[in-house]
């Protein structure tokens, strides 16, 4: 390398003045956080004038001792670009970014400072660690420089005897007091190093040698690397770290120790280097080597102070990943990577994976915009201390219009399957199993927009589709869930205080009001779902007119019931506020068939009948028709092959049960069969078979994002299901059973829906009609005027979309 004039320090020194002055003194981005970019750059000038002086210094003192007998020194100063490294290059970058940026030196605005953190933020940061580095090698190097030029100095004037040439033993330089006392000390001083443990030493040398495969031959030891590693290693280790009173204060990080072990396995591999004992005579590597040495040992015997000074030992067991055992400082070239940031993206979903007792995993899903997501699965080890716990993630783009999602857990399947499904997003797959299934159905609302109602999973059903045109039906195993269209609602919304707050008070409304409506409604929410079905059940039992009697007692008085119902805030219906809407048309005074009388209460009930959008000069509502519930079935053929389908049946007003098809009606019927059909022709129904792999079997297909119209995928002659079920119960809390209610009026429908005489796919059902109904109406209402314009109420900001 060639050699470094004092010119060259000089000419760094006046460049690294010159770009702090113009980088703050006039100004560059006034009062902004980054302002010690700045104070490197000063202490980088400020150093390299301290190089100046130690050297002027030298020369006087020379000069001055000498008295002009023997012609002025020129030392060999190449190694300080060795050690320091470039830099006049460093200097350079930071001057130009500077000046590739001067309009942060007027504007101050917000937008100028977005632009700041997120273009000029990074580089900024990198110039700063090289800035650093420079720096605290210069720290480093100037005692052993000035002891080294001042030690020549002294050598060779000692030697002479007449009596002007000894006063030179008082030599007095500008960090050395007493250069004679100072020689002494390095020539006798001891150095007390720690003790590496055996293991430990060995991790060392392993990783050591991947970089460098040449170390493992005895004095084969890069100077320049090891002495930059030491000095990185040397600023992260115990060096930083001050001790308290007591003795839990008194233990550093692992990581430190660590680190300062480091410091001592390189400073045993360089002071055995071939590389440093064959430097020329006037480099400055001995010397630097040597203060490294010393501060090294001034850390090493904190662990051997006296009294309260005293560090303790940190354990290490927690230190196992390979890199924690890194050696060679190697250049971040992501840094080289083009300035780039990350959007903001919401947490819409955070759900607990099965994890062992000595770690953690979990699923986290993020928004990006309105149909991509960003799935991360996240896995730490509990055993890891609070700052150096073990995680690692993976992550995965998905795409709502793309995804495959294969409902593993869904197979139809006489025993339990595991909670499983698989997710196929582009070149990526992830095969996720959950603890609960309420979290498998959370992610699957999430990528279809369907939630599974009540969470109605009936496994073990036998199937037989009745085609029009051909006299056998198709009979498969299957098991069948009921979906309702449901925007779903980000796990930040449903615990917002706000949407907590709503929520109560629509639950204590509602609670008034089923109270009101069915005596038994509180008692029957608060059982679980097996009490609730036995329940039913027996109430079917003893019917005396061939069907389970209302669970209303006759003389039920509805006085109390003419008040107008309370409209709920709530933005997520629970089973009491899904019921609401039909229910409150019993005692509305003007007999409308919904409480919904704006389009703020019907956007939040319905989510899909009213969208709210921007026109530029205001804000429009725009009436959409709201989308059907699903039966979704899912299927296995009996033959050899077991092939897997999916078939999805719209549920609206024409379909129906019809109980004329099996022998519910007949005396003492313990039938098991519900046949579904349509009285407005063949059912509405899409059909998709797995003819490749089990990854063909997608039920993202159904999702709201990428199922067609019926014309694709459809099964037009279709005429009639019928669901077989392993046992009455099974088929009484799908379908319900004959009844004696009597349905003339909204009143009576809502009686007999409460009253669980139509089922789960009854209820259902009604749901998807009083949704049509407040469309229906909201459109009537909107006659006229396609576009409702300006300001919205407050509250329909926050769910009008």
């Known amino acids: 390398m060639a050699g470094i004039a004092l010119s060259d320090v000089l000419r760094g020194a006046e460049l690294a003045w010159q770009v702090y002055q113009v980088g703050w003194s006039q100004g560059f981005l006034p009062g902004h956080q980054y302002e ?42 190449s190694s300080l670009e060795e050690i320091i490294g470039d830099y006049h290059t460093t200097l350079e970058d930071c001057k130009r970014l500077l000046e590739e940026n001067r309009e942060f030196r007027t504007a101050s605005s917000f937008a100028y400072n977005v632009e700041w953190s997120l273009m000029i933020q990074p580089k900024v940061d990198h110039l700063r660690k090289r800035l650093e580095a420079h720096n605290s090698k210069i720290t480093i190097l100037l005692k052993p420089l000035e002891l080294s030029l001042l030690s020549e100095i002294h050598h060779d004037l000692a030697k002479r005897i007449d009596a002007v040439h000894q006063s030179v033993l008082h030599l007095q330089g500008l960090l050395i007091p007493d250069v004679g006392q100072a020689i002494t000390n390095q020539e006798s001083g001891v150095m007390r190093l720690l003790s590496i443990p055996p293991e430990i030493e060995r991790r060392f040398q392993a990783t050591a040698e991947g970089a460098h495969p040449e170390i493992s031959e005895p004095g084969c030891f890069p100077l320049q690397a090891g002495a930059d590693a030491l000095v990185a290693h040397f600023e992260e280790s115990t060096k930083k770290f001050t001790p308290g009173r007591f003795l839990n204060e008194r233990t550093p990080s692992s990581i ?64 196992k990943s390979p890199e924690d055992y890194s050696i060679w400082v190697e250049e971040c070239i992501a840094q080289l990577i083009s300035p780039h940031f990350e959007a903001h993206i919401e947490e819409v979903l955070r759900v607990p994976l099965p994890s062992p007792p000595d770690a953690q995993r979990s699923m986290t899903v993020y928004k990006i915009d309105s149909t991509r997501y960003r799935l991360i699965e996240a896995v730490t080890d509990k055993n890891g201390t609070s700052n150096r716990a073990r995680s690692r993630e993976f992550k ?44 498998l159905y959370r992610l699957q609302h999430l990528l279809t927009g369907y939630k599974v109602y009540e969470r109605y999973d009936q496994a073990m059903v036998n199937v037989q589709f009745i085609l029009s045109g051909q ?106 506020t899904t019921y609401s809407s039909f229910r409150s048309s019993i005692y509305s005074k003007n007999r409308s068939p919904s409480i919904f009388t704006n389009a703020t209460s019907a956007s939040r009930r319905t989510a899909t009948s009213v969208t709210t959008i921007s026109t530029g000069t205001g804000k429009a509502r725009l009436h959409e028709k709201p989308a059907k519930p699903l039966l979704v079935l899912f299927l296995k053929s009996k033959d050899a092959r077991q092939k897997l389908a999916l078939v999805a049946i719209e549920v609206d007003d024409s379909t129906k049960v019809e109980r004329e098809r099996c022998k519910c009606r007949t005396a003492n019927s313990r039938c098991i069969v519900s046949c579904i059909e349509r009285s407005k022709g063949s059912l509405l129904a899409q059909r998709w078979d797995a003819d490749q792999s089990l990854s063909s079997w997608n039920v993202a297909a159904l999702g709201v994002e990428q199922r067609k119209d019926l014309r694709v995928c459809s099964w037009d002659n279709l005429t009639r299901i019928s669901l077989s079920f392993q046992s009455m119960e099974d088929r009484y809390k799908f379908a319900g059973g004959p009844c004696s209610c009597k349905l003339k009026m909204q009143h009576d429908l809502a009686m007999c829906v409460l009253g669980r005489h139509l089922g789960i796919f009854g209820e259902i059902k009604q749901i998807s009609s009083q949704r049509l109904k407040n469309y229906h109406a909201e459109r009537d209402k909107a006659t006229g005027r396609s576009m409702v314009m300006g300001s919205l109420p407050e509250d329909e900001f926050a769910f009008g979309s």
């Open 471 to 576: 006299s056998a039906p198709i009979e498969e195993h299957g098991r069948i869930q009921l979906w309702l269209p449901k925007p779903f609602l980000s796990s930040s919304a449903a615990n917002s205080p706000t949407a907590s707050e709503t929520q109560s008070t629509a639950s204590r409304s509602e609670m008034s009001l089923n109270t009101a409506i069915d005596p038994l409604g509180p008692k029957r929410e608060a059982r679980n779902g097996e009490a609730r079905k036995q329940s039913s059940y027996s109430s079917f039992r003893t019917s005396n007119v061939g069907g389970p009697i209302s669970p209303l007692s006759t003389n039920t008085s509805f006085a109390s019931l003419s008040q107008p119902a309370r409209q709920s805030m709530s933005p997520v219906p629970t089973r009491s």
């Open 36 to 77: 010690d970019f700045g104070n490197d750059i000063k202490d980088l000038a400020e150093n390299l004038n301290n190089i100046l002086r130690v050297v002027e210094n030298a020369k006087t003192t020379w000069a001055q001792n000498s008295r002009g007998l023997v012609r002025p020194k020129n030392w060999d100063l």
């Open 396 to 439: 995965m783009e998905i795409d709502l219009k793309t995804v495959n999602l294969t409902p593993i857990y869904a197979t139809p399947s006489s025993r339990p399957k595991a909670f499983e499904m698989l997710i196929h997003s582009g070149s990526t797959q992830t095969n996720p199993t959950f603890q609960e299934l309420k979290h």
């Open 256 to 319: 430190q120790y660590l680190n300062l072990l480091k410091c001592v396995w390189l400073v045993e591999r360089l002071q055995h280097s071939e590389a440093l004992a064959t430097v020329t005579k006037d480099s400055q590597w001995p010397g630097y080597i040597a203060q490294l040495i010393e501060d090294i040992s001034i850390q090493c015997q904190r662990f051997s102070a006296p009294g309260s000074q005293q560090l303790l030992l940190p354990n290490l067991v927690d230190l």
